[in-house]
């Protein structure tokens, strides 16, 4: 069967100049795959593939507008088009370089959440010392989160990993403090609860607490935390990543001596370089949607966009989707449906 | 006026052998500086000098003690009594590797808090893009804090700064999450007004939100957050350092070509390593007490540990204490005062 992603080429930092590029690359890459391209047609025409589309968008939602302006000012842009073919099944995801609080709320107004979710999430790959990734959710699309929120995620983070890698069974780690006076939040404890009989019940691999190293040691496939915790990991990680990258190459240009080490050592650099590359792991997922949307880096490049689409297309062709529905209704009996207020806490002891 | 340590020479991963080494070259620096040596005599005897003391112990708290065991069973742990010369006065600040929590719940219980302070906070440095430090707490002594916690630990942080680096007003950043759907919890827009309030009545500088990328930046000289928060972002910190320093040295010890070039690039490593040392930050400040207790990583070695001893040194000699207390009966108006703790301590219930 054909995938078909519907591509907001014009949302991110850089619009067609890059998405245009990436989009044809993906392309050539994919020889069943097809595109909507979603946007200005005049500034779209410089891709004709007999595999791409044009799907007309006459406005853009703009890094900066808020929320309500993308919601209920501009009907027609690029980015809500773009969800809009994959709601009517003209796509089977859509992906999107734009203001990620837009997307979420046009994703979710447009598509509406699945039974039994809450609050859909956003999650992404981080990369891990073992040489893979490390899938974390939610990344800032929720604060505030109740236990029931983060069984949610593990649920359907658990979805998004074995859809994209094959294993049937990740494991799940729920993010928590360690040695220190207190451990863990009263939300935290009871979550440590809910998903030790989630592991029981076999809705998913359950492999205990974890800290923030874990993250990238790699010690479950999959952490788990509140948006706003998640949201604070992933920034603080960019700029400790940012700094030592700075720090490596003032050093390596400092003098003509030290510039000339760093041409021996370029191919080391280079191949180091490439291990911590963020552009990889490029492509964040939406879950808990009726749909799948995909969100790339607002700044990504044309090699960093490919790999958001390359993310979306290999969700959508092993039918993420059908796996997210169908481990929320396994999961059905430890999650208290679309009320889970902090009250309910006894509700969510039913077995 | 002479400044005396007290230095719980038993605790940490290696105990005397590395306090000793550190402790000696410590008096070495600082001709006026006097220690008191806490723990088994036969197991100090090692280090004579003029300005130091043997204070007997004959307990040691474990690194994996629980709490209640350094609080009610090992009654004259070197962790005790270290705090215990800091309460008769005999020494103006406390420094030992041992167990976070045993030594958060021991200080509680001997020093007491602060007026105006519910929850003691840990703060600690770390290394910053401008070739600086931000100072971030609370890295893990209060999880599910409240507006009014964030607001001591700012006006706490703020005296810490002050009294290291002599900056009369040091920025104060309130982490909080960016762009995405919700801009922060509940309690962080509390936060937010009320660190507003206290930078307009001149308590502090408040510079205003900031996200995690900005600790590395440098952006504020302190930056604010919830234990939990802090706990997971300097954990994911110290996760990723590892990870790129691991996948640096594997790169460049690949093979005979590769480890050429290392030695050629190995002046530039040392002092790229010298920049993230994160030894030379160690040193970890419990805030709120009526009394100075610096907590060193338990597994420093003897160059981080003396840093820990400078760092409880300079603070005590600019007399941290009484700037923390005057720093509090300013912004008095705006604490409403030990009340309103949802969870007390452990160390709350001894009393």
């Known amino acids: 069967m054909t ?23 993906f392309l050539d890459r994919h020889p069943e795959a097809r595109l909507l391209l979603v946007g200005a047609p005049e500034q779209l025409a410089g891709l004709q593939h007999p595999r791409a589309r044009i799907v007309a968008a006459t406005e853009v939602v703009a890094m900066d507008d808020a929320v309500e302006v993308a919601l209920r000012k501009k009907k027609d842009s690029s980015m809500r088009i773009a969800i809009q073919q994959v709601k009517q099944g003209d796509a089977q995801a859509a992906v999107s370089a734009g203001n990620t609080g837009a997307l979420m709320a046009l994703a979710r107004y ?145 003098n003509p001596l030290t510039k000339l080490a760093a041409i021996v050592a370029y191919p080391i650099l280079t191949a180091f370089k490439k291990r911590v590359d963020y552009r990889r792991y490029n492509g964040a997922a939406l879950l808990g949607l009726r749909g799948l949307v995909f969100k790339s880096h607002g700044s990504a490049d044309e090699f960093a966009f490919e790999q958001a689409l390359n993310r979306a297309y290999d969700a959508a062709r092993n039918n993420l989707l059908d796996r997210v529905e169908a481990r929320i209704a396994h999961a059905r009996p430890l999650l208290v449906g679309p009320t889970a207020d902090p009250q309910p806490l006894e509700a969510a002891h039913i077995e």
Chains 1, 2 share one sequence.
Not at 11 to 22: F, I, N
């Open 110 to 254: 447009l598509l509406k959440t699945l039974d039994g979710i809450d609050r859909p999430a956003i999650a992404s790959p981080l990369p891990n010392a073992k040489g893979g990734a490390t899938t974390v959710l939610d990344l800032g699309a929720n604060v505030d989160c109740t236990e029931q929120h983060l069984l949610q995620f593990a649920v359907m983070g658990s979805a998004l990993v074995s859809a994209l890698t094959g294993n049937p069974t990740p494991s799940v780690g729920l993010l928590n403090i360690g040695e220190e006076v207190i451990k863990g939040s009263e939300v935290i404890k009871k979550a440590g609860e809910l998903l030790r009989s989630a592991g029981n019940a076999g809705d998913l691999n359950f492999f205990g607490n974890v800290e923030g190293n874990d993250i990238f040691k790699g010690t479950a496939d999959i952490v788990v935390c509140d948006g706003f915790v998640g949201n604070v990991a992933l920034k603080t990680s960019e700029g400790l990543a940012s700094m030592i990258g700075g720090f490596l190459r003032e050093e390596f240009s400092r």
């Open 3 to 25: 995938t078909t992603l519907a591509v907001d080429c014009m949302g991110g930092d850089h619009g067609p100049r890059v998405t245009l590029v990436a989009c044809r690359q």
